[in-house]
């Protein structure tokens, strides 16, 4: 995801009977409500997706979070903790003055990345 932007990532529980308890968490614990938005998500055929909305002032670096599933109906039973790594990335232009009617190339630098992206260049 783009440095800065507001995303969401998601944790699919399958294998359920009923409705899990999912809560998100970082490596310095739960996550708060001031910067993120929770959602259980509800059973449905065995299958539930939790989601997690991240503030884009929060999406700065590569992080990984946990989703943590425990039982609906048995809160004091063992969990299961599931990492969702959210994969940060930034683009920056380089400026350049030319002359009109000259050629040159432009660029752009991209960093962060993981796997080789594809860049597509548009005139505004």
Known sequence: VKKGSDTTISCV?????????????????PVT????TSVQG???????TS?????????NDDTAYTCRVTSGSLPDSSHSDTNVNLNVYDV?????????????TISCVITGLTE?????????
């Open 51 to 59: 989601t997690l909305a991240v503030d884009g002032t929060l999406v």
């Open 92 to 104: 920056e232009s380089v400026n350049k003055e030319v002359k009109k009617s000259s050629d040159t």
């Open 33 to 36: 409500a001031e910067k993120f």
């Open 116 to 124: 080789t992206a594809t860049v597509t260049w548009r005139t505004s």
């Open 13 to 29: 529980i399958t294998g359920l009977t009923e409705t899990a308890t999912v809560t998100w968490r970082t490596s310095t614990g």
């Open 42 to 48: 509800s059973h449905s055929g065995g299958t539930q």
